[in-house]
């Protein structure tokens, strides 16, 4: 078997601290909307979720047994919506809100 020498085990990849753009975004200080995880065993998985802070900013974990593959991007609402809609797509307006129907009001727009 071949072992990635950057591989780690799932439950230390859930858990990421990242500076960008010079703002610190941690899963451990944010709430966990929801997640997509695709577990195969220990070392061998990966997922993405969606993480809001405590001060109402968006951001998407992925993350991988390899660290070449772990991040976390900084999202708009209007790019919260769109990913949630890609997972998650029955829960959209329980997560954001009631979304207008076309012609109604602006999309992406929580009313």
Not at 30 to 59: K, T
């Amino acid at each position: 078997m071949i072992v990635d020498v950057d591989t780690k085990c799932l439950t230390v990849r859930r858990s990421l601290r990242q500076v960008k753009n010079g703002f610190a975004y941690d899963t451990n200080t944010a709430s966990r909307i929801w997640c997509d995880e695709h577990i195969y065993n220990e070392y061998c998985f990966r997922g993405v979720a969606l993480y809001q802070n405590i001060y109402g900013h968006y951001f998407l974990h992925q993350y991988h047994q390899w660290e070449r593959f772990n991040g976390i991007t900084p999202l708009t609402i209007k790019d919260a919506i769109e990913i949630t809609e890609k997972y998650r797509p029955m829960m959209v307006e329980e997560v954001f809100g009631f979304l207008p129907e076309q012609g109604q009001g602006e999309p992406y727009t929580p009313m």
